[in-house]
């Protein structure tokens, strides 16, 4: 497929698959490129050429059907309420069983209350929306796998988060796909990061893919050096 934004060609004549049960890793992309991206897997933005589909399905019906969750860390308002609608002292438990009751899941105080402990968000909500980072990195974890996708998308995860939180997400995502057996893609320019969660690796340059293998084959084929310096940006 091909896509563009505003003029600047963000994907040219691009062509990859993702199997039941990967986790693929997109190195290279710009933020802009990424978003765009996943907004046309998730049915929000057609391509301008090409086609994708997801087990044969086209992106706006695998949505519909709960099949895809966007867990986006990078949003512009991540200091705001993101369920402003319930009120900013609204706790995680509402929010949750809200999420639950709009995306149709069976017994969603139930759900909620289960991914609440899980994602240890149980206790006091934080005070009138002093969003702080950890709590809003479980929070939103928790309404991305919450749906139990088939498809998870993972939108430079940790750029802004400390080793600490990078550690609880990877772990997550990991205990994750490992229990559910679900595809996983994740966009990101840290190598490291792919290649601790990543079953393959697709590097872009230019808006084409230049180097496609799993985590080893990559280092042994380039150095761990060309790769980071050439292809990911800082």
């Known amino acids: 497929f091909t896509l563009s934004f505003q003029g600047e060609t963000l994907f ?7 199997s039941t049960g990967e ?8 933020a ?3 978003h765009s991206l996943f907004q046309c897997v998730i049915g929000a933005k057609l391509p301008n050429d090409g086609s994708i589909f997801l087990g ?18 990078q949003n512009p308002d991540i200091r705001r309420h993101p369920w402003p609608l319930l009120g900013a002292s609204a706790s995680s438990s509402e929010i949750l069983t809200h999420a639950a009751r709009l995306q ?20 006091d909500p934080p005070p009138s929306f002093g969003w702080q980072l950890p709590y809003y990195l479980r929070l939103q ?5 919450m749906p139990n996708p ?14 600490e939180h990078a550690q609880w997400l990877w772990t997550t995502l990991e205990q994750f796909q490992d229990e559910t057996q679900a595809s996983v893609v994740v966009t ?24 496609e293998g799993s985590p080893i084959d990559l280092t042994l084929r380039y150095g761990r050096e060309h790769i980071d310096y050439d292809y990911l940006e800082p």
């Open 104 to 123: 149709g899941l069976k017994e969603p105080k139930k759900i909620a209350a289960a991914y609440e402990e899980l994602m240890g968000l149980t206790g």
């Open 56 to 73: 044969g399905d086209r992106p706006q019906k695998a949505n519909r059907q709960g099949k895809i969750s966007w867990l986006r860390l």
């Open 23 to 30: 986790i693929i890793g997109l190195g290279g992309l710009s």
């Open 32 to 34: 802009r490129a990424s």
């Open 188 to 211: 990101s320019n840290d190598f490291g990061e792919l290649e601790r969660l990543c079953d393959r690796i697709i590097l872009f340059d230019a808006s084409k893919i230049v180097a």
């Open 12 to 18: 040219n004549a691009v062509d990859f698959q993702i």
């Open 150 to 163: 088939s498809l998870l998308l993972v939108e430079f995860p940790t750029r802004d988060l400390g080793p």
């Open 141 to 145: 974890t928790a309404l991305a796998l």
